[in-house]
């Protein structure tokens, strides 16, 4: 199939943030993720659990309560006091406004979805009125002494529970004033602590509060009455998060010992109708502090200082074995974040608030099948680019040529031109950028970088032509009338004649770029597109989908290859659907054009067009070199997919040249260095 | 575990019962309602917890209901059939039933089905199945003829399997009886033979059936008073062709055979029936709970009144005719425990009566074995069994041991048991052995002087027997002394308690040795250690030294070292020499093999007189340094206490008894041994501990080779 030199790169620095809140959406069975820089990403459940949306953080706005309302509006607000509304279609943030009530702590959407609650650190709890485009102040309730923490509604709407710092209060809606105030005790196994802080909520339906607390209790309260019921000891540390289900029969609790625990509502003897909350099973997951946890219908979905977002599927909840089946933990965003020079062996890693450029050493050496070979020239560092202002970085590219370096952020474009000399490089900054290149949500160059195609968040595709050190805006397509889907994924033909462009859900258009008209839009699929690319020569665009489906679309014929059919016809390797790390970056082989390379964060995959497709009979992936079979043998049995699975975890994988490939690592080790130290628990013999 | 609950009569309104009981007790479509229907002409809808009637129609005098009423699901309306051919259908706010809906049928009815989910089924008498619409749409339509003359049906029962209507109905035609499985979906009838089996002239009471996933259990009370089961396919191999079917035993003489009255048999669940009868011929009637999977009574419950030998039962409720009113009684069945599956039988006192087995016999084939085979299989079967049949006596010979075991001399008992042994091990080998250990028992509790010593060795070493069958017999051993049976008891038993174990070791190290003499204890965990001993006494010296890699030279701190280097010959004799006779090794070493939980052991460690714990360690010690001898730390012989054995053992005598022995002078020189034991294992670890430290380094060294650092360039070939 092919022998290739490997770039194996490690230095790729990049450490997620901490997962901050997430809320579950279960009309759209959505997931809104909020992380501590500020980032919001939106993951479609249904979609094989596809990160499709996200909204790139803010130094200054660190998000503390996150939540749906309405149906599909998705709110945040933070320490910087504002609530925000995010405009899902666009891409962008709608509003932001002051609740004026100093750092907000919590958030809560009422049962019916038509009113917004948040809880400030002066002690207020401010109720909203969401309005169709707005949110609109309406009043405050009776002011607490300290800031409120965690706010859950009563699901008839007409009582709230507010935790605060060493006591939980419950508000009649209607007058808003508290109607019972009940004292959470500080005493922490036999010790008083100096306050003890309610992190979590949970007002039920028959009257019932669970709180939980940064002692490590979890309580049941009457709120009729205002007393305790029950108290759960249930960790040396804060338990700072809890989730219920919408059926009330259970809910999961977070710790900051990483562990999750389940509890759910069981009958006292088999038969009986008397219930009780039973803590059924916990859950090792993470290993720092589970800051927030969510209870879909069938999982529980925790994520904390560890950045891993973990879906732990409930088995009894689950019917059939499918994705929803599988343990799931989401690290690495799915988006790229490395751009690479071919011509001048460059890689550009993109940062929350930094670009890094590297170049690749080289080796004069060969050898055999997994061998490491001396290096005549290390990596290098060539270049370290800082942001400018709080706004995360939203996208980044690399000129193919290598001199040029384009990033934007929502407010600013940036593009920059490298001059090379020696081992010296230069960087200049194109200035007076237009107003419409105002944010970006996806920028590339093409092939022989002199055009670079730029997608805002208005939806519009620009195109710009690079001639020496300037610019020149050669056309914008506006997107179709009455969409304001943004495009988040671009691919340009290598000729330069054809630019793809997809969104979150509608379908790929496809335009001509010396007529710069719209060709053909590729029908639309149900699951989101994850990457794609062009094909050199024949001009296929080649489509990955979420659900692991890979499509092969011919622009000048404006139809399905035959291959594509064939596949479509004779299906993909169960193994190969199965697969639960989308599919982020497709490339081609100048030399050989039936081959497809392709990579997901565990395998990389050469698709070898001419070979017959594998069944689900066959092998899909054989780790060991096929030895003493005969080459009849090893004809019969070769199939498509030529699979490794060396490289892992897999951020990016290109061609340089006809036998070089560069791959991108990022070993979990070496992030879970990064991350703050977890608890330290006492483990036996220790 | 299934239990019946206190019963009530439904009224006291006496109903018109005839000789023949009521004609039948049915569902409504109201859960708690029932319809039942008296012989004569009345029919009467019962609310069961409110013990009252709602409603009560009746035909017109002269007429008479012949086929009880029944509830049509699917419209909530009433269906009766009287003088045979005349159909009525009416509703709850129908008063008289003259002037209902009426239907006259061209054929005689034998009864009308109804079930929760389909419309109702009409069985004729001759055989042939219509469904009720079907008829009503006209009534005087033909209708054929289904079984033969002079057949008869007897009984019948409608299921629902997998949504379609399954009708089966039993024909009796010269004391043969005929099984009909109607698929009413797919019109098919299938016909079966019910082969009686060996007992040819017996004559089936009652019937009952469920049905699960492919078959239909039809379960059947015989006149013999067992009950029997046979699995019929709902989905025939092969329609059309009479096929056979054979029966197996299920549950053994629950009714007395020769009742006066009628008995009846009903299916609760899956693994209970409730039998209505009198389970001896001359007591009173019962209604008793059976569990088939374990064959064991669950509950009974006496009906002094006497009954008409009819037994229905829906939802949680069992209907009866208690003298002359009708009865309920609310049945439950909870999740059960073992134990109590076991059964609730009294332990019967009086030896006359010995009516069941205590023990379970958990070999047979409790009705999943015999199931259907095909007509010529089962034919072969049953010609095997019919020769199994003409092999045994008229008495099996576990019932005549069991008889004499209560009458006859030890010999005779022996010679006995020698016989039943010798016998091919019969399905019920387990039970037996059971009962005639219990049996043998209490007779040696009432006879001091009877003590069946090799009848009971014969018996243990049959493997069948555990310590939780027959606790009584290793108390009885341990008041005679008997070391050897407790010895084959420790051999044997997997379930011993501790203090059963501590008490035999107690007796085991008191024990004289001259009476030791005189018994035949197993000798064959010990191995003859004074036959090398004279051998191993040139070694002693350098073996102590090698083993474990410790060198006492190199302990410096033990100041008792030279207290005990003063006497060298003493220690080689103490360490070199068996400090206890063989025989008495035999039985320790039977102890060392026993089975025990820390816990519960280490209090009754603490009774044992400390001479016999030094006696112990001595001998525990002495087997450690012989074990020690030997490279793979084990000690000679065909089965011997292992190492981790005796230091379990010599842990837990210190652990119980350090306070006593420690003050005793002839322990000292024991102790210090085992004390420069344990430091001679400690240094052994701290040099192990030693090595890990370098093994650790050498996996780091291995994982830095693997570990290529931020970037490196490799070659990789794809396949």
């Known amino acids: 199939m092919g022998e290739f030199k490997v770039h194996r790169v490690r230095f790729f620095n990049y450490v997620p943030s901490g997962i901050r809140c997430v809320a579950y959406n279960n009309q759209s069975n959505r997931l809104a993720v909020s992380r501590t820089d500020g980032t919001v990403e939106i993951y479609n459940l249904s979609a094989n659990y596809f990160q499709e949306k996200f909204f790139p953080g803010h130094e200054s706005r660190a998000t503390e309560a996150l939540c749906w309302a309405e149906g599909q509006r998705l709110f945040s607000a933070g320490l910087n006091g504002e609530i925000m509304e995010y405009d899902l279609q666009a891409l962008n943030i709608k509003y932001a ?590 | 575990m299934a239990a019946l609950e206190e019963e009530f009569t439904l009224s006291s309104v006496v109903l018109s019962a005839g000789p023949e009981g009521l004609l039948g007790v049915e569902q409504s479509d109201k859960t708690d309602q029932f319809l039942v229907t008296d012989s004569g002409r009345t029919v009467i809808l019962y609310k069961v917890s409110d013990q009252k009637p709602l409603g009560s129609w009746s035909v017109k005098q002269g007429q008479i209901i012949t086929c009880p009423a029944v509830c049509n699901f699917q419209t909530g309306e009433y269906v009766v059939v009287h003088d045979n051919k005349v159909l009525r259908i009416w509703n709850n706010e129908d008063v008289n039933l003259d002037k209902v809906f009426k239907a006259t049928l061209s054929a005689e009815v034998y009864r009308i089905l109804s079930v929760q989910g389909t419309e109702p089924l009409v069985l004729f008498k001759e055989g042939a199945v219509r469904g009720l619409e079907a008829l009503l749409a006209d009534p005087q339509q033909k209708i054929e003829t289904v079984i033969s003359d002079e057949e008869v049906i007897k009984w019948t029962k409608f299921f629902v399997v997998f949504r379609h209507p399954v009708l089966i109905f039993i024909t009796e035609k010269h004391g043969n009886y005929f099984a009909y499985v109607q698929m009413f979906n797919s019109r098919i009838l299938t016909k079966y033979t019910l082969l009686l089996g060996q007992d040819e002239n017996s004559v089936i009471k009652s019937f009952t059936a469920s049905v699960d996933r492919k078959f239909i259990s039809l379960m059947s009370l015989s006149s013999d008073g067992c009950i029997y089961e046979t699995l019929i396919p709902i989905r025939p191999a092969d329609p059309g062709k009479n096929q056979s079917l054979v029966k197996s035993l299920l549950l053994k003489a629950v009714v007395s055979g020769n009742a006066r009255n009628g008995v009846a048999l009903t299916a609760l669940d899956q693994d209970h029936v409730a039998v209505l009868g009198s389970p001896l011929a001359a007591s009173k009637e019962c209604l008793s709970v059976w569990n088939i999977k374990f064959q064991t009574l669950q509950t009974s419950k006496e009906l002094p009144q006497g009954t008409s030998g009819q037994l229905w039962y829906y939802g949680e409720h069992l209907f009866m005719l208690h003298g002359k009113s009708l009865t309920v009684i609310p049945y439950k069945c909870e999740v059960s425990s073992l134990a109590g599956a076991l059964g609730k039988l009294k332990h019967s006192q009086d030896p006359g009566t010995h009516v069941v087995s205590h023990f379970v016999n958990w070999e047979t084939p409790q009705g999943c074995g015999l199931g259907f085979q095909n007509s010529e299989q089962s034919r072969r079967i049953l010609r095997r069994r019919k020769i199994e049949v003409s092999l045994q006596p008229e008495v099996p010979p576990s019932k005549q041991l069991l008889s004499t075991i209560m009458k006859d001399s030890e010999k005779h008992i022996e010679v006995e048991v020698r016989k039943f042994l010798a016998l091919k091990q019969t399905p019920d080998f387990h039970t037996v052995i059971g009962d005639t250990v219990t049996g043998l028992l209490e007779r040696c509790k009432a006879e001091p002087s009877f003590y069946p010593r090799n009848c009971l060795m014969q018996l243990i070493q049959t493997h069948v027997l555990s310590y939780s069958l027959c606790p009584d017999l290793m108390e009885i051993a341990l008041k005679k002394k008997d070391v050897q049976l407790l010895q084959l008891c420790l051999q044997q038993f997997p379930d011993i308690p501790e203090s059963v174990t501590c008490a035999c070791l107690k007796i085991f190290l008191s024990i004289g040795d001259d009476s030791l003499q005189e018994t035949d204890v197993n000798m064959e965990s010990v191995f003859d250690y004074s036959i090398n001993s004279v051998h191993d006494e040139k070694m002693e010296e350098q073996t102590e030294i090698l083993q474990n890699g410790f060198n006492p030279e190199e302990d410096k701190c033990n100041n008792c070292d030279q207290e005990l280097n003063k006497k060298p010959q003493d220690e080689t004799k103490e360490s070199t020499s068996c400090p206890v006779v063989q025989k008495r090794a035999a039985l320790l070493n039977a102890i060392l093999h026993s089975a025990y939980s820390e816990t519960f052991l280490l209090p009754h460690l603490k009774d044992i007189p400390a001479q016999h714990i030094t006696l112990f360690l001595k001998y525990l010690y002495f087997l450690y340094l012989k074990c020690s001898e030997n490279a793979t730390m084990t000690l000679p012989g065909i089965h011997p206490p292992t190492l981790n054995q005796i230091m379990d053992w010599i842990c837990l005598l210190l652990d119980a008894n350090f306070t006593v022995v420690v003050m005793m002078p002839e322990a000292k020189r024991l102790l210090i041994n085992l004390y420069k034991l344990v430091k001679s294992q400690i240094s052994v670890y701290s040099e192990l501990n030693k090595i890990e430290v370098s093994f650790r380094e050498l996996q780091k060294l291995n994982q830095e080779k693997n570990n290529r650092g931020l970037y490196s360039i490799e070659v990789l070939e794809l396949f």
């Open chain 1, 97 to 686: 406004m002051d609740a004026f009530g100093g750092p907000i702590w919590s958030m809560a959407a009422s049962p019916s979805g038509s009113q917004l609650l948040v809880g400030c650190e002066d002690g207020s709890v401010k109720l909203f009125q969401i309005t169709p485009d707005k949110i609109q102040f309406e009043r405050n309730f009776d002011r607490q002494k300290s800031r409120i923490l965690s706010l859950s509604w009563h699901p008839s709407g007409t009582h709230i529970a507010a935790g605060s710092i060493d006591y939980i209060s419950v508000f009649d809606v209607k007058s808003g004033s508290a109607v019972h105030k009940m004292i959470v005790d500080r005493q922490y196994m036999g010790v008083s602590k100096r306050k003890c802080i309610v992190w979590g909520v949970a007002f039920l339906s028959d009257g019932t509060i669970i709180s939980v607390d940064s002692a490590g209790k979890v309580q049941f309260w009457d709120s009729a009455t205002g007393t305790l019921v029950k108290s759960h000891l249930i960790a040396n540390a804060d338990v700072q998060s809890i989730a219920v289900a919408d059926q009330e029969d259970s809910f999961v609790v977070g710790t900051a010992e990483g562990t999750v625990f389940h509890f759910q509502l069981v009958p006292v003897t088999s038969n009986s109708s008397e219930k009780q909350w039973v803590r059924t099973k916990p859950f090792q997951h993470h290993t720092h502090d589970v800051r927030t946890v969510a209870h879909s219908p069938t999982a529980l979905i925790s994520g904390g200082t560890d950045t891993h977002l973990v879906f732990r599927p409930l088995m009894e909840k689950v019917q059939v074995k499918n994705y929803d089946a599988a343990l799931r933990k989401i690290t690495f965003p799915h988006r790229c974040l490395i751009s690479c020079s071919k011509k001048r062996q460059l890689l550009l890693f993109q940062f929350a608030h930094h670009l890094e450029l590297w170049r690749l050493g080289s080796t004069v050496a060969t050898g055999k099948n997994g061998d490491t070979l001396p290096l005549s020239k290390n990596a290098d560092h060539l270049l370290h680019l800082k942001t400018k202002g709080p706004e995360n970085i939203i996208c980044s590219c690399i000129s193919p040529c290598g001199s040029w370096i384009a990033y934007s952020t929502v407010s600013r474009f940036f593009l920059y031109r490298l001059n090379y000399e020696h081992d010296n490089i230069s960087l200049k900054r194109v200035s007076k950028m237009p107003a419409f290149l105002r944010s970006a949500l996806q920028i590339l160059f093409s092939e022989d970088s002199t055009k670079l195609f730029v997608a805002s968040n208005q939806g519009a595709l620009h195109i710009v032509q690079l001639s020496g050190g300037s610019f020149k805006h050669l056309h914008a397509f506006q997107p179709q009338s009455g969409t304001v889907e943004a495009m988040c994924l671009l691919a340009v033909s290598p000729d330069g004649n054809w630019l793809a462009a997809s969104g979150t859900s509608a379908g790929v258009h496809v335009y001509n770029v010396k007529q710069l008209k719209l060709h053909c839009t590729v029908p639309a699929y149900n699951f989101p597109v994850t990457a794609m690319a062009i094909a050199p020569n024949t001009n296929n665009l080649v489509i990955a989908h979420s659900d692991q489906q890979v499509f092969e679309y011919s622009i000048p014929d404006k139809q399905y290859t035959d291959w594509s059919r064939t596949v479509q016809k004779q299906g993909f390797h169960h193994l190969w659907l199965q697969r639960d790390t989308p599919i982020t970056h497709i490339s081609f082989h100048p030399k050989r054009p039936m081959h497809i390379l392709l990579h997901d964060a565990y395998m990389f995959c050469i698709i070898d067009k001419s070979l017959p497709l594998p069944n689900d009979k066959t092998l899909l992936y054989n780790p060991f070199p096929p030895t003493n079979e005969s080459d009849v043998v090893r004809r019969r049995t070769a199939h498509a997919f030529k699979i490794s699975k060396i490289y892992k975890p897999l951020l990016f994988m290109d061609l340089l040249d006809e036998r070089t490939l560069v791959a991108v690592e990022r070993p979990l080790d070496d992030i879970i260095a990064q991350l703050p130290p977890p608890i330290k628990k006492k483990k036996f013999g220790t």
